[in-house]
């Protein structure tokens, strides 16, 4: 899964900075990162796409799109990176096997505290030029010792009961999940693989991360309406789920919303948000449901 690269410019990541690539999920890499959700949820999956790429596994491709552009600007060990919110809207299915092209942009950049916060859109195509997908995200850059996070809220003694209607997934978040989905994503930010890194990043302790809890929701959504119905997942993460020696729960939730969308949250074992968001549902087409003689 890992791209070829070429940075189409050079500029400050301030100005239109570009970052293109080709990427190649193999069949063995589509099925470790499915396998990989429904591991978490000791579920088999239902509702993928047959020789195609999960959604989800685009977005990772995406993500680690977004922090080569980056690279230049923040060093590593400088600052330490959030994401803040992810979109991913899929014009057409990616096919296993096929290669893909990306184009990845700096859409915008402003400052937030003492840190920035940019906004990364990544297009992917076919070869011809079919849209395939695209994937925005926020990402927040802040001087280490200023990212320590905010205090956690209290944890109710008894985690709040789901809500009336609400479809509910349930998964189990260990280290070694967060440390498979490493390898599959690429993502190796030491704050999601050594308790240390992350204490010394300012959090309680090692941190899943927050592209694992988004695949977990597409995982959920895809049991619950079908991988291809799904045209647009937005999300915003709220905290990060902190995974223990022993492991977090997490568990994901959808309700119908206006305009025939889901409002889809995860929560953590307490009941806390962890990330929140919009499902928008594809319409079906004209000749869904109907007999045929």
């Known amino acids: 899964m890992a791209p070829t690269l070429s940075r189409a ?7 239109a900075a570009v970052l293109t690539g080709r990427h190649l999920v193999t069949a063995q890499d589509a099925e470790a990162f499915r396998a990989l959700c429904a591991v978490a949820s000791a579920v088999p999956l239902t509702g993928a796409v047959p020789g195609t790429v999960a959604p989800a596994q685009l977005a990772a491709v995406a993500l680690r799109m977004c922090e080569r552009l980056l690279e230049p600007e923040h060093a590593p060990g400088d600052r330490v990176a959030l994401h ?20 990845a942009e700096v859409r915008s950049v402003r400052p937030l505290g003492a ?5 990364v859109a990544v297009v992917f195509t076919t070869d011809d030029d ?11 850059h802040s001087p280490r010792s200023a990212a320590v996070p905010a205090p956690a809220a209290a944890r109710p003694a008894v985690p709040p ?10 998964y189990t978040v260990t280290r070694e999940l967060v440390r498979r989905y490493a390898e599959l994503s690429g993502d190796h930010n030491p704050i999601h693989l050594s308790p240390e890194a992350a204490r010394a990043g300012g959090f309680g ?6 592209m694992l809890t988004f695949a977990l929701v597409a995982h959920h959504l895809a049991a619950a309406v079908g991988e291809a119905a799904c045209a647009d997942l937005q999300l915003r993460f709220s905290r990060p789920l902190t995974v223990p020696a ?13 305009g025939g969308a889901l409002a889809v949250t995860a929560v953590d074992g307490a009941g806390l948000p962890v990330a929140g968001g919009r499902a928008v549902l594809r319409a ?3 000749d869904q449901g109907r007999s045929h003689d």
């Open 161 to 170: 009961a789901a809500p009336v209607g609400a479809r509910c997934s349930s």
């Open 9 to 15: 410019q050079s500029h400050d990541v301030a100005a």
């Open 115 to 119: 840190g920035t916060a940019t906004e």
């Open 84 to 103: 803040g919110t992810q979109r991913l809207r899929v014009e057409c299915a990616a096919a296993v096997g096929e290669p893909l092209v990306s184009r």
């Open 284 to 286: 079906p087409r004209p």
């Open 246 to 258: 022993e492991g977090a729960a997490l568990t994901v939730r959808d309700l119908p919303a206006a």
């Open 205 to 210: 302790d090692l941190i899943a991360h927050g």
């Open 130 to 140: 079919t849209p395939v997908a695209e994937s925005v995200s926020l990402l927040v």
